[in-house]
């Protein structure tokens, strides 16, 4: 029989129980080998049911037309097989056959769950995303794009803000950094955001000391000689110290925490922050409506 619909063209129908991206991105791969043009590719998305598999079959019977698909349930795959058999319509199971044997390998059953795939790449999106972010407002770059992070970390030079920022980042956070100049006013910008998103990084002196001598041996560190010396240290500390008093920032201490500990640190705060500040509107509110 010829797989060809009325107007001549042959059609295929790309079943799945999510998007059917996936079974139509396969089928466009393996016809680039052809040097055919009459093909139509049809998606059938969100095939859940056998009555959904049973419709799927009149429609690619109707139109003479085979069934390419990726549903991850058992029973619907055998669905497609049964009645496409007892209705003369060509099937192919793209991820049975590979379910299977990687379960073989593995020795773990497959969890079946339809959309996982997209879910996976939904995630690696953000994070991309949130990595794009982080990088470009890193060291206090673009401050107009603050209100758009999800962190913004606070502190001076070696407080390990960039580090920490994009191991964040790796776990789909946006993150900003900000860096405390001597002195110097923060960007307002800073002070007009969501303040529980806010977090100081503070050093020891010896260690931060240390840090910044490390620095000053690399030949192309473009920082004067104080930037190491103790006392300058102090005074930018106790300056940083300061606004993050005056901002009633949650502050980390980065001395003897691995980046590991302290982005868990970290984010026990800003989730603790949000908590509080919710309670306290809900509070705020039921008092309001007290006294209507």
Request: glycine share 6%; hydrophobic share 45%; with cysteine.
């Amino acid at each position: 029989m010829s797989r060809s619909s009325a107007k001549g063209r042959c059609q295929i129908l790309a079943l799945s129980d999510a998007t059917g991206a996936t079974a139509e991105m396969v089928v466009r791969a393996a016809l680039a080998q052809f040097q055919v043009a009459e093909v139509d590719i049809r998606r059938l998305p969100n095939i859940r049911t056998v009555d959904e598999v049973r419709c799927a079959i009149d429609v690619a019977h109707a139109n003479h037309a085979i069934i390419v698909h990726t549903l991850v349930s058992e029973a619907l795959r055998q669905a497609v097989l049964r009645e496409g058999r007892e209705r003369g319509v060509e099937t192919i199971d793209l991820i049975g056959p590979l379910l299977l044997r990687l379960s073989d390998q593995l020795r773990v059953a497959p969890l079946l769950q339809p959309g996982l795939f997209r879910q996976l790449g939904q995630e690696y999106l953000q994070r991309i995303e949130a990595i794009e972010y982080t990088v470009k407002h890193d060291d206090g770059q673009h401050p107009l794009g603050l209100d758009h992070a999800d962190i913004v970390l606070v502190g001076i030079s070696r407080t390990s803000k960039t580090p920490l920022s994009i191991y964040l980042a790796g776990r789909g956070w946006r993150v900003a950094n900000v860096p405390v100049i001597l002195n110097l006013p923060l960007p307002s910008r800073l002070m007009t955001i969501d303040q529980n998103r806010v977090v100081g990084l503070i050093v020891g002196v010896d260690r931060l000391v240390e840090l910044r001598r490390v620095r000053l041996e690399r030949k192309h560190a473009p920082v004067a000689e104080a930037y190491a010396e103790a006392e300058k240290v102090r005074a930018e500390l106790a300056y940083s110290r300061l606004l993050f008093r005056k901002a009633g920032w949650p502050v980390i201490d980065m001395t003897s925490k691995s980046i590991e500990e302290a982005a868990s640190e970290l984010l026990a705060l800003t989730v603790a922050s949000e908590t509080a500040q919710r309670v306290k509107r809900t509070r705020t509110s039921g008092k309001s409506r007290g006294r209507t």
